[in-house]
């Protein structure tokens, strides 16, 4: 099993370009995130999807739109990139039929918005 | 919401000795405390949790307590290894319709000298 795939790795854009991350998660988990990670600050959430078909926003959602496409994927877009959203960005799920609470991460996306 | 505080940011220990991470919580309703460890350039992987009902969950040379009443809780390593070296969060859930919304500590670099 792949766990979760997110693409792409890494990405440079300039200012008001626009871009989709992509996540797919192949465990049946019913609950997928997008977290960004900036030193100091942890990982703050953006956007969620307790199951297919729902979406909410999180703690850090301006500038941020996601969609889940599927139970398997969630997409985050960014419509008009800026420099603050340069971080590190993390998808991540979790439930399925023996929920434990753990969360599993993709491998991350290093987006730099120049 | 929920807001965590991590302490330290940075931790340098020597190699045998023992290394503690503490977190405190805001909000009571929380139930659910698991502790992150992120080595450099990979993903975050759940390394130990403990649930609210519990005070204390040991894993080897790794061990959680949790102080409801105080709303702290800390991670305990003891006979530190270089393999030991990397950022450690620790995080807070509400229970809620997505199975575990966690909010993240600002996370602590230790690092464990030979």
């Known amino acids: 099993n792949a766990g979760v795939t997110q693409t792409p790795k890494f990405q440079v854009l300039k200012t008001g370009q626009s871009m989709t991350l992509q996540c797919a998660q192949d465990m049946n988990h019913n609950s997928m995130y997008w977290y960004r990670q900036d030193p100091g600050m942890g990982l703050r959430l953006i956007y969620y999807?307790?199951?297919?078909?729902?979406?909410d926003k999180g703690e850090v959602p301006n500038g941020y739109n996601v969609s889940r496409l599927n139970k398997r994927e969630f997409s985050l877009r960014l419509e008009s990139a800026a420099p603050s959203q340069t971080s590190v960005y993390f998808c991540?799920?979790?439930?399925?039929?023996?929920?434990?609470?753990?969360?599993?991460f993709g491998e991350g996306s290093r987006l730099t918005v120049l | 919401g929920e807001n965590v505080e991590q302490h330290p940011s940075t931790l340098s220990v020597q190699e045998g000795d023992s290394a503690v991470i503490k977190c405190t919580y805001s909000?009571?309703?929380?139930?659910?405390f698991p502790w992150y460890k992120q080595e450099l350039g990979k993903r975050p992987q759940l390394i130990i949790d403990i649930r609210s009902n519990v005070g204390e969950k040991k894993d080897q040379r790794i061990a959680v307590t949790l102080n409801k009443t105080a709303k702290h809780f800390s991670l305990h390593i003891t006979e530190t290894q270089p393999e030991d070296s990397a950022v450690y969060f620790c995080a807070a859930s509400i229970p809620d319709n997505a199975g575990n919304m966690l909010t993240f500590g600002g996370g602590t670099r230790l690092m464990v000298k030979p």
């Open positions: 991540a799920s979790s439930g399925g039929l023996a929920h434990t609470g753990e969360l599993f």
């Open positions: 909000d009571s309703a929380s139930n659910y």
């Open positions: 999807s307790a199951s297919e078909g729902t979406t």
